[in-house]
């Protein structure tokens, strides 16, 4: 095994015995024995004190460009240590026993699902086509996925950090739920805080062929998005730039590995590996559990 200072943990780290300690000793006198132990207790707990540094900062992860950049700049992060809690839950359409079909719950079934989204987008400032999105795919994992739990709150807070639910930089979420002009992040090239990713889809989803950026409401690299792509609103295609199929492949993303997202330890590993930054997952569980007290308080209104 490697350590952070290249050596194997087989390498000395320091001198030998024989080096440190003189063969023949001169004699010192009292005052600078007792100088030479302080010096020496000085010196391992300096060294005690760096390893304790890189054991925390090696379990802290880096901050990743998202965290500093609008939208997300303007969220305040939850003081909420992470792992501790999951957001407070908050179920689709009156609760789990309101079995809606997903797809035709906002098309040409029953408008619950619809009904449900206005009354919320009054309580949290959500657009009641993007809460539809965040809500579809709760009841999509719901019937493929039960032991994920994933909240459409969960969602909603990834959503207005990424993109503010579809309307960065003026764009319009449409009824279509496809914004009214393609949402594409910053080149990731590698420059000051932004993560190098060579391009991986010649340009098919974010218009560039040199590098890689996010793209769509929920910001999928063109990597990932294949691997996770989606039809959430059951039009036969898969599209990041298109709400319903975005949520829902946020959702399958963060249920991968019959992860729980109702609890703690589930949770936090589901946002950490969304965008593996503490002071993102601050942020969406500040958002997400807002978001779900107030839909429980129209519901206790209701």
């Known amino acids: 095994m490697r350590t952070r200072t290249g050596k ?8 030998s015995a024989e080096e440190a300690v003189p063969a023949a000793p001169a004699p010192r006198s009292p005052g600078v024995a007792v100088l030479t132990r302080l010096l020496v207790v000085l010196a391992v707990l300096a060294v005690a004190g760096g390893g304790i540094w890189l054991v925390t900062r090696a379990a802290t992860p880096e901050a990743s460009p998202t965290t500093t950049e609008i939208p997300a700049l303007q969220v305040k992060a939850a003081d909420v240590r992470p792992g501790s809690v999951a957001p407070a839950g908050g179920a689709v359409a ?4 309101q079995q809606t079909s997903p797809q035709q719950a906002h098309s040409t079934g029953p408008a619950t699902l619809s009904q449900w989204a206005a009354q919320v987008a009054a309580a949290t400032g959500v657009p009641a086509r993007a809460l539809q999105a965040y809500g579809n795919a709760e009841l999509a994992l719901r019937a493929d996925q039960p032991g994920c739990k994933i909240s459409w709150a969960t969602l909603a807070g990834i959503g207005r950090i990424e993109s503010n639910h579809g309307q960065y930089a003026g764009a319009v979420l449409g009824a279509d739920g496809r914004p009214s002009k393609p949402i594409t992040g910053v080149p990731l090239d590698g420059s000051a805080g932004v993560q190098a990713i060579g391009d991986t889809d010649g340009g098919r989803y974010d218009g560039d062929a040199g590098v890689d950026r996010a793209v769509g409401p929920m910001q999928f690299i063109p990597g990932t998005w294949r691997k996770w792509a989606s039809d959430g609103n059951g039009d036969g295609l898969g599209d990041p730039q298109q709400i319903d199929d975005a949520a829902l492949a946020a959702a399958r ?44 308080s129209v519901r206790k209104q209701g």
């Open 253 to 296: 993303y963060l249920c991968a590995g019959g992860r729980d997202m109702a609890g703690p330890s589930g949770w936090w590993a589901g946002i950490l590996s969304y965008n593996n930054s503490t002071e993102y997952a601050q942020k969406v569980f500040g958002l997400a559990d807002g978001y779900a007290k107030a839909a429980q």
């Open 94 to 97: 009156g609760g789990a026993e």
């Open 8 to 15: 194997t943990e087989d390498d000395p780290i320091g001198p």
